[in-house]
């Protein structure tokens, strides 16, 4: 038996359904899930064309299993969020060389330009600033934290982690 809030329990009405919010939902899913890979390629295929509107586009039957159960979990759980559609439409620009929206791809830690970042590393305190493009510490320009957290403290550290950032979790913008 799977255990799962109601979705009564749900916080609020705007966030889309997830997984445990529905014990009903979620094993609809999964039998649908389950079902995908006892069926013929044919069925699969059968199964793109409700699913997509389409006709499939190969017979590879690992490509049809796992994107019919991508889809089949979109269409219960909603696909991604507005900002993770927004920043692979930049990436996918960026790869295509097309200008524009590379202000989405900053990663979500890093503070504002001309923030001072200070850390204490054996008793001495340490000050980076924060550029647009990369980070200054003791008049050298840097592309990451962890090269300067490196330089500070002689091993291989994970700069954001030297540094006190984390990650800004979804909700807290």
């Known amino acids: 038996m799977m255990m799962g809030r109601s979705s009564a329990a749900k916080t ?3 966030e889309p359904p997830r997984p445990g919010d529905d014990d009903s939902r ?24 409700r699913l997509f509107g389409a006709d499939a586009p190969n017979n590879s039957r ?23 559609v927004r920043l692979l439409d930049a990436l996918a620009d960026e790869l295509q060389g097309k200008p524009g929206r590379k202000a989405v791809l900053r990663e979500s830690r890093m503070p504002v330009a001309g923030t001072r970042l200070v850390r204490e590393w054996n ?38 982690r030297f540094f006190g950032l984390r990650e800004i979790k979804r909700g807290e913008r």
């Open 26 to 49: 979620d094993a609809t899913v999964l039998a649908r899930l389950a079902a995908i890979r006892t069926m013929s390629v044919a069925d699969l295929k059968a199964e793109w064309r």
């Open 62 to 84: 690992p490509f049809l299993e796992l994107r019919l159960a991508y889809r089949i979990q979109e269409l219960a759980y909603g696909g991604p969020s507005r900002e993770t």
């Open 12 to 14: 609020s009405d705007s």
């Open 123 to 160: 008793g001495v305190e340490h000050t980076v600033t924060v550029l647009r493009d990369g980070f200054e510490f003791e008049g050298r320009r840097y592309k990451s934290l962890s090269a300067i957290a490196r330089a500070i403290a002689g091993t291989r550290w994970n700069g954001w």
